[in-house]
């Protein structure tokens, strides 16, 4: 009986597996008609919410020409407000970099008590409203605070001053990359790092040439999400900038500048250069999902 089963012609056993298979059962029951009426209403939806105001964002900047344009961000405040949202995201973006790495190894790395309220002080900035960070930065440097009238003896000025600008900017951009990196470091877990340190490598070492390649694309990824959001952020650099035209108005509070005084052609060219910002973030950060996705799967849980 064996030897018959074991030289059993091949068609005979590949028909009976076949006969045996159960068929694939579609995650999904929608007949085609609502397939395609539901996608009909997700891209109808991207294009009158997203597409078509980025569009017109565009079409409005170069509405009278390529010389308006250039001369509207060539002008000395607009020139003044690129710099410095340059300069604050400069400052800001590494700040948060070196503090997204030390929280994720700190929650990922080690087992403390506190470690959830570190993770829910994260993902603060999620849920409060910038200007009321911004708020909080007046509490605690504006000229009625302990800190304000003490920094100002030393020639230290904060707000309405390129320092509570950074700090507001800290503030809102900071869960960025600890929320990219988090996930990513616990599903890793600390098997690599420990073989590493039986081999000899110190701390640093490992962390070096074994933690930092490991985590290198999701800590880009956060790094392009916090630079894009420090780039546009509004509401609490608002607060604490002071609308000082020309020394510490952004490019956001630039943009609302120029449109409260009528002047559309130069608010939408300020704003087609954020929208510009935001098409290459998002082009490069579809180009990491793309070429890396596997290793950014850990970090798509939140």
């Known amino acids: 009986m064996v030897d018959i089963v074991t030289h059993a012609p091949r068609a005979t056993l590949t028909a009976a597996s076949k006969a045996n298979r159960k068929p694939l059962v579609s995650a999904t029951s929608e007949s085609r008609p609502w397939r395609y009426l539901l996608l009909a209403i997700s891209f109808a939806f991207l294009g009158v919410f997203l597409v078509l105001p980025l569009v017109l964002v565009f079409m409005e900047a170069f509405r009278k020409g390529v010389e308006p344009f250039l001369e509207t961000i060539t002008e000395p405040d607009t020139v003044s407000a690129i710099r410095l949202t340059l300069t604050v995201a400069v400052i800001a973006v590494p700040l948060n970099l070196v ?3 030390a929280a994720a190894w700190a929650i990922a790395k ?11 002080l994260i993902d603060l900035p999620f849920s409060v409203s ?32 390129v320092p509570g600008i950074v700090l507001a900017t800290i503030f809102v951009t900071f869960p960025f990359v600890a929320r990219e990196l988090i996930p990513l470091m616990q599903e890793q877990g600390t098997g690599d790092e420990e073989a590493a340190i039986s081999l000899g490598a110190s701390g640093w070492q490992a962390f070096w040439y074994v933690t930092l390649p490991n985590i290198r694309w999701g800590l880009l990824y956060g790094v392009l999400l916090c630079n894009a959001r420090a780039f546009g952020e509004f509401g609490a650099v608002s607060v604490v900038s002071g609308h000082i035209r020309g020394q510490t108005n952004t490019m956001p ?40 996705g596997d290793e950014l799967a850990g970090s798509r849980g939140h």
């Open 110 to 120: 080690y087992e403390f008590k506190g470690k959830a309220f570190l993770t829910t």
């Open 253 to 292: 509070l630039h943009v609302e500048i120029l449109y409260n005084e009528y002047n559309a052609v130069g608010a939408f060219a300020v704003a087609s250069l954020l929208a510009g910002l935001a098409l290459v973030t998002l082009v490069l950060k579809t180009l990491l999902e793309i070429r890396y």
């Open 130 to 161: 910038p200007v009321i960070s911004g708020l909080v930065y007046v509490l605690l440097f504006g000229s009625s605070s302990l800190l304000g009238p003490f920094l100002k003896s030393y020639g230290i000025e904060v707000l309405f001053a």
């Open 99 to 101: 503090f997204g790495i």
